[in-house]
């Protein structure tokens, strides 16, 4: 039986793409799917709703940000 890779979030391309692409994809999506600190009060509870898009559960506030994480200088 073969050793399973661990692509994480990436498993759903299956076999294509290839691995180099598929560890990218892995690190920035699994990084923008985390709680961020939200810029207002300080913090975890930023979600991302859409490109650039984020909002804090705990403020309540909506604002733009990076789209891929909070901070990001991309």
Do not use: H
């Amino acid at each position: 039986m073969p050793k399973k890779s661990k692509v994480g979030i990436a498993g759903k391309f299956g076999a294509r793409y290839g691995s180099t692409v598929k560890a990218k994809y892995s690190a920035i999506a699994s990084r923008q799917k985390q709680k961020q600190q939200c810029p207002f009060c300080k913090k975890l509870g930023s979600r991302r709703l859409a490109k650039g898009l984020w909002q804090c559960k705990r403020c309540k506030k909506k604002y733009a940000a990076s789209a891929y994480y909070v901070g990001a200088k991309i």
